[in-house]
Nanobody
C-alpha cells in the first residue's frame, strides 16, 4: 500500500524558515504523479499551497507566491516545500498529496503541523 510520510514541521518565529519533506513508499512511477502540498488551518477548509508536475512545472497559491518553493527529487520519491518569510497566517497542518488523475490514483499523507508564533 502506498504511503506518503511528511516531516519537517514544527514551531518557528515569524520571518523564519522551514523545509517540509514528503517521501512516498511503495509507489511505482512516482515521477508521473503531480505532487502537491495543501494546508488546513483550524476552522478552515483545506487549501492548495503548491503543486509540481512530472515535468517540474509549478503552481502556487497567491498567498505563498514568492515565499514558498516546491521541488521534487524523483530518485528519492520525495517532494519538498521550502517555506521562507513565514507568517502567523501560515500556521496549519500541511498535507502532502500525490495525484495521477488519468489512472484515478490519489493519495494523502497524514499531515505535519507548522506553527508560526513568537
Amino acid at each position: 500500500q502506498v504511503q506518503l510520510v511528511e516531516s519537517g514541521g514544527g514551531l518557528v518565529q515569524p520571518g523564519g524558515s522551514l523545509r517540509l519533506s514528503c517521501t512516498a513508499s511503495r509507489m511505482r512511477l512516482f515521477n508521473i504523479y503531480v505532487m502537491g502540498w495543501y494546508r488546513q488551518a483550524p476552522g478552515k477548509q483545506r487549501e492548495l499551497v503548491a503543486t509540481i508536475t512530472s515535468g517540474s512545472s509549478t503552481n502556487y497559491a497567491d498567498s505563498v507566491e514568492g515565499r514558498f518553493t516546491i521541488s521534487r527529487d524523483n530518485a528519492k520519491n520525495t517532494v519538498y516545500l521550502q517555506m521562507n518569510s513565514l507568517k502567523a497566517e501560515d500556521t496549519a497542518v500541511y498535507y502532502c498529496n500525490a495525484d495521477w488523475s488519468v489512472a484515478g490514483l490519489k493519495y494523502w499523507g497524514q499531515g505535519t503541523q507548522v506553527t508560526v508564533s513568537s
